[in-house]
Nanobody, 124 residues
Framework: VQLQAYGGGLVQAGGSLILSCAAS????????TAWFRQAPGKERENVAA????????YYGDSVKGRFTIAKDNAKNTVYLRMDSLKPEDTAVYYC??????????????????WGQGTQVTVSS
């Protein structure tokens, strides 16, 4: 299984970015998928997640109303659209996937498969 995250970069505050995560070895239609981020000196946090059947979505409090997670099963790709970016959104962003068997829920930090991370830097 391999997850490949890409789309990070440098953007000014107030701008937008779209991150993508492509998978090989698993199909996102059968897995819950999430985007995590980790800034220097901070713990990794689950910022957005989507259930395997797209019925549930989760957003961290710090990104609600600004970030949107979506997936395209035909392309086996998950996206994170980030709008109204703030300097505090600067972090390495990781995509992750998990079968999410009960009692785990998509808010969990414990995902089984992880991508390599992509850097997002928001300048003020």
């Amino acid at each position: 299984v391999q997850l490949q995250a890409y789309g990070g970069g440098l953007v000014q505050a107030g701008g937008s970015l779209i991150l993508s995560c492509a998978a090989s070895g698993l199909t996102f239609s059968s897995y819950a998928t999430a985007w995590f981020r980790q800034a220097p000196g901070k713990e990794r946090e689950n910022v957005a997640a989507i259930g395997w059947n797209d019925r549930r979505r989760y957003y961290g409090d710090s990104v609600k109303g600004r970030f949107t997670i979506a997936k395209d099963n035909a392309k086996n790709t998950v996206y994170l659209r980030m709008d109204s970016l703030k300097p505090e959104d600067t972090a390495v962003y990781y995509c992750a996937a998990d079968e999410m068997k009960f009692p785990k829920t998509i808010e969990t930090p414990r995902y089984e498969y992880w991508g390599q991370g992509t850097q997002v830097t928001v300048s003020s």
